[in-house]
């Protein structure tokens, strides 16, 4: 008999590092069915069809498939982990904005900084025998605001036993999508007010206020250097102005954004629409050096609440803060 079978599942197991799926690894390592049917199953999955609960399609099951023994409702937390990350992975533009993601286990954290002067920017020749250039990095002076988002999920076991799983999945995409739009905002707000260490964005002006050119845009582009001007975020307001530039309008534009859905982008950079951003500004950056994420835990939910008394009021959050990494990656131009 295979070992996911044999394998007693407890809520303790999601106070271990790394949670449900981790210990459940540990216990029934994926690596052991190489070649098999299961292959491609996580341990948690393998959980799930030890039980035979269908969590998506036409076929799935209802809800309280996952309460009729012990083991199979300490799965029910994990499933419901796991699909409010399915929602927030589905609306999250982060990954286009962070450089670096850093999971720590603790609520206090400094990130590191390293601001060279033009001069030190610069390899000089080294001269035999003499010192080689250096490049301080030091920590920050104040830490990271970590911020914690997430919903309160409300129900009784009673209204939803008999909903099925992949309606009530799609509930909990909903909840990921929330937290993941307010994770945006936190990661804007740093971009262009500094992460408390006196790192705000240079502002950029438009050589005419209250309006939108494209040398604005080249002058944008100017300004980045020697970063890449490589995203741009703008909300609603300005995203129109951009696509109503005549450089963003010729003919082969049109064609490709037609035939393939892609529309042409300033500067080559990914144009990105952040409607919770306060109108009359653009943000530029170099996704490849100008923001850290910092989170904590993950996705946590309230699994006591959910294994012992089937729903009720059980909150699922999730814990992160942005950090600048270097000030000049990012520039706003107002508009």
Known sequence: MATFENINIEKGMYQTKGGLTEALE???????????????????????????????????????????????????????????????????????????????????YRSIVSAPTDDEKSLKIVGEGAAIPQTTVRTRENLVKLHKRGRMLVASYEALRFQRLDLFTVTLNQIGAYIARAQLHDAVEVLINGDGNGNAASVITPATAG????????????????????????????????????????????????????????????????????????IGLDKNCALEMVQA?????????????????????????????FTEASKMLTT
Not at 56 to 75: I, M, Y
Not at 311 to 319: F, S, V
């Open 26 to 108: 540990k216990l029934d390592p994926s690596e052991n069915y190489v070649g098999t049917s299961l292959e491609g199953l996580d341990a948690f999955s393998r959980q799930l069809k030890r039980y035979d609960i269908r969590v998506s399609g036409r076929g799935s099951d209802c809800v309280e498939k996952f309460f009729q023994t012990s083991n199979s409702a300490a799965l029910f937390p994990e499933y419901v982990s796991r699909a409010v990350r399915q929602g927030m992975e589905r609306a999250d533009i982060l990954p286009n904005l962070v450089a670096t993601v850093t999971d720590i286990e603790g609520m206090d």
């Open 211 to 282: 309006t939108l050119t494209y040398g604005d845009m080249v002058k944008l582009w100017a300004n980045m250097a020697p970063y890449e001007l490589n995203t741009i975020l703008a909300p609603t307001a300005e995203m129109q102005k951009i696509l109503a530039l005549p450089q963003m309008q010729d003919s082969h534009a049109g064609l490709d954004f037609q035939g393939t859905g892609k529309m042409i982008t300033p500067m080559g950079a990914t144009l990105l629409h952040v409607p919770e951003m306060a109108s009359g500004r653009l």
């Open 297 to 325: 835990g993950g996705v946590v939910t309230d699994y006591d609440k959910l294994i012992d008394r089937q729903l009720e009021r059980a909150a699922i959050t999730c814990t992160a803060g942005f950090a600048k990494i």
